[in-house]
């Protein structure tokens, strides 16, 4: 059993480029998210979606995008690098409401660096 | 607004010993607290909850008790052991919404 699966680990990108961070997770999850941790800062929310089709905006969305189409897949776009983007992002999923109450499962996460 | 705080940026402990963390907040709709425990190049793994309708949760060596009256829950290891070594993160969310609010973790270091 994979759980949540984070590619890539690592990247490196240039200011104004253009990337996508991908988040898969194999137990039929409904809830996904996408956080990002900075020194000092713990993890704040930017993206989450509640199931297919639906996603919404979390404590610092700006300069991100995403969408679900699948039950399985959130992928997690980066329009147009900016330094400030340089962090570690974590994707996670819980099985929302159910036996396992709010218990999310991270990813090991995706180091980015903004030059 | 920071509405989940962890006011100690780190605690050092003897092995053997208990190790206390604590977690203040201030939104007085969650309803439920996680524990989550991360070690470095690792993603969060969860170590324990608790809901706002009882005051104390165990599972083995941990231990969270939840003061809603003061909006304060701590985390107790016991005995700390080095393995115990990370960060731990404190969380919280309302209702059946599965967000989670996180506090911005403290550093624990197990001295053997």
């Known amino acids: 059993n994979a759980g949540v699966t984070q590619t890539p680990k690592f990247q490196v990108l240039k200011t104004g480029q253009s990337m996508t961070l991908q988040c898969a997770q194999d137990m039929n999850h409904e809830y996904m998210s996408w956080y990002r941790q900075d020194p000092g800062m713990g993890l704040r929310l930017i993206h989450y979606s509640v199931g297919a089709g639906i996603t919404d905006q979390g404590e610092v969305p700006n300069g991100y995008n995403v969408s679900r189409s699948t039950t399985e897949d959130f992928p997690l776009r980066l329009l147009s690098a900016a330094p400030s983007q340089t962090s570690v992002y974590f994707c996670?999923?819980?099985?929302?409401?159910?036996?396992?109450?709010?218990?999310?499962?991270f990813g090991a996460g995706t180091r980015l660096s903004v030059l | 607004d920071q509405q989940v705080k962890q006011n100690s940026p780190s605690l050092s402990v003897q092995e053997g010993r208990i190790s206390i963390l604590n977690c203040d907040y201030t939104?007085?709709?969650?309803?439920?607290f996680l524990w989550y425990k991360k070690y470095p190049a690792e993603g969060p793994t969860f170590l324990i909850s608790?809901?706002?309708?009882?005051d104390k949760n165990e599972d083995g060596r941990f231990t969270v008790f939840l003061n809603k009256s003061a909006k304060h829950l701590s985390l107790h290891i016991v005995p700390s052991q080095p393995g115990d070594s990370a960060v731990y993160f404190c969380?919280?969310?309302?209702?059946?919404?599965?967000?989670?609010?996180f506090g911005k973790g403290i550093t624990l270091s197990v001295r053997p």
């Open positions: 608790i809901s706002s309708i009882k």
């Open positions: 969380a919280a969310s309302t209702g059946a919404n599965s967000k989670l609010t």
């Open positions: 996670a999923s819980s099985n929302s409401g159910k036996v396992a109450k709010n218990i999310q499962y």
């Open positions: 939104n007085s709709m969650f309803d439920y």
